[in-house]
């Protein structure tokens, strides 16, 4: 099938699309161009050429033979949407795809969701983020990021790639990113500030999504994606970029003596990625047979936490409903002692063969921004099925301290978080359904639906049943001296001394140190696959 196309150019559908395979799709291009097989050579024509661009089916990406490009943006008209659409249609009709959700949930607002409008002044900052195809799991993610305002304000700090390449003649991209055609950081920053601008008409992130195609092939295409896999990508990338950057904000973090030393950054050195998402984990094994302890030190951008398995099971409407989920039910089954099975034997250096072990989790050092990923999917033996339960989440004073691996050690108000943002996932899979997010912006609470934005309440959220969460540190309270207190409690001013510092032997316990044969070696971060 061939189909004009926006701007004179022709669109190529063929069910034996083979674009790196023998050429095929190439060969239509040819003939449709009268371009010489031979020599590759072009007739002279009159006007201007022709874009000839091709559609792969199975993934529903568009390339631009004559720019030798793939093709982000749509017409006007939003032609290319509706054939992918309709092709996705063809191959699941009774599916429910990511424009049909997506338009079901603008229906279905309820009387807590309230569509912001130019002539609202108190939400004119807001700016949505249009879907260039099924690229609602991106939006969620920048829109969730948009929200944590150390990471935004981080970015939108930046001088543009331009000006850093007038005066130091480079950008933020790096050799090892594999094409220095593109930075993700300086689209990252023009999306970012992009937000929150007062511009009632979305912004179109094509050319970050571009830029993602050029540098995460695992994400090109029009497929839907898995918005938790595409923060860990993009965080890593931005990490990396940012970590090679002159311009940037990288430091080499300083080595310290002992096991003390941060370990949260990852290959020595130090990002805004790292030092806000950056935390440590301790990873303790025990040999069942000899009893001999290994630990490291497993550097962390996001816990990845399992629903507990009896919240799992859907119970018939006679048997009565039990406790909800909570998250800390999620956090404990976290570091809980697990025994590792059959399938994860550890290699003892004492038993010098591998054995039975249990293994248990501890946090070392918490992060300021905490993000962590419910475990919404598992493969079956023929299928990846979505958990569906609610799991129930602190909107404020998220208690972080019980997991700590010293607790007595940590601040009072340290291990304390408040909810910045969540992404959501609406729909049975990860191949469909549709992704929208939640921020908190300035004291209010907004949802993000691709293009729409929207003013809702804190119990709208609460609700929510939330595939990624992130937390930033509880703000401080402000320190009160003495002579306040006692004026707020008594009415009046005192003049009593202030009460004098506590003796050394009630003072705050030291850190308890670790064995010989703790192993202090640090990993090289997530295992986040390079592309």
């Known amino acids: 099938m061939e189909k004009e196309a926006h701007g004179g150019g022709s669109l190529l559908c063929c ?23 031979e020599n590759g050579e072009k007739p002279e024509k009159e006007g201007s050429p022709l874009h000839c661009v091709c559609m792969d089916c199975s993934n529903y990406s568009i390339f631009c033979y004559r720019c030798d490009e ?19 249609n063809l191959e699941n009709p009774g599916g429910v795809w990511d424009g049909e ?25 807001a700016t949505g983020l249009r879907n260039l195809g099924n690229t609602c799991f991106m939006n969620a993610v ?17 001088p543009a790639a331009a000006q850093i390449s007038k005066t130091a003649g480079r950008m933020y991209h790096t050799r090892s990113q594999g094409d220095t055609s593109v930075s993700l950081v300086e689209e990252v920053r023009k999306t970012l500030c992009s ?11 094509d050319s970050l999504f571009y830029t993602v195609w050029k540098l995460m092939p695992s994400f090109r295409g029009y497929q839907q994606q898995d918005a938790h896999e595409f923060m860990r990508y993009l965080l890593d990338h931005l990490h990396r970029e940012l970590q090679d950057a002159q311009n940037g904000d990288a430091h080499v973090c300083e080595e310290q003596a002992g096991p003390t030393r941060d370990k949260s950054c990852l290959n020595g050195n130090s990002s805004v990625v790292t030092s806000l998402f950056g935390g440590v984990l301790q990873n303790e094994v025990n040999c069942l047979i000899c009893g001999t302890e290994s630990r490291k030190f497993d550097p962390f951008l996001d816990l990845s936490l399992d629903i507990p398995r009896q919240f799992r099971q859907k119970k018939s409407k006679e048997q009565e409903p ?18 590792l099975d059959e399938t994860e034997l550890y290699y003892c250096l004492k038993c010098k063969k591998r054995q039975k072990s249990t293994k248990k989790f501890w946090i070392k050092k918490l992060p300021k921004v905490l993000c962590l990923h419910l475990k919404r999917f598992h493969w079956t033996t023929f299928m990846r099925n979505k958990v569906d339960t609610y799991v129930k989440f602190p909107m404020k004073s998220l208690d972080m301290r019980s997991f700590l691996l010293e607790p007595e050690a940590a601040a009072p108000d340290s291990c304390l978080y408040d909810l910045a943002a969540i992404a959501v996932h609406h729909g049975s899979g990860v191949g469909s359904g549709h992704y929208t997010a ?10 993000f639906n691709d293009s729409t934005v929207s003013l809702t309440s804190e119990d709208a959220v609460a609700k929510a049943k939330a595939y990624i969460l992130f937390y930033v540190e509880s703000a401080a309270p402000p320190t009160r001296t003495a002579s306040e207190e006692e004026e707020e409690e008594g009415g009046g001013v005192s003049d009593r001394p202030a009460k004098p510092a506590p003796p050394p032997s009630e003072a705050t316990p030291a850190p308890r140190q670790t064995d010989g044969d703790t192993d202090t070696s640090s990993t090289t971060g997530p295992s986040l696959p390079c592309v």
């Open 322 to 339: 039990g406790p909800p989920c909570t998250l800390h039910d999620c956090l404990q089954s976290f570091t809980d002692l697990e025994e």
């Open 15 to 37: 069910n034996e699309m083979k674009r790196y395979v023998n050429g095929h799709a190439l060969k239509h291009f040819e003939d449709g161009s009268g371009v010489n097989h």
């Open 101 to 125: 959700r997506k338009r079901k949930l603008q229906e279905s607002s309820g009387p807590d969701n309230k569509i912001l409008k130019p002539n609202d002044g108190s939400a004119l900052a």
């Open 70 to 88: 793939f093709v982000v943006n749509d017409t006007a008209l939003g032609q290319v949407q509706k054939l992918r659409e309709h092709l996705q």
């Open 142 to 158: 920048l829109q969730s990021l948009s929200n944590i305002e150390q990471f935004s304000g981080f970015f939108k700090s930046l």
């Open 438 to 447: 939640y921020g908190h912006h300035e004291g209010r609470w907004y949802h």
């Open 195 to 205: 937000l929150w601008q007062g511009n009632q008409s979305a912004y179109s992130p």
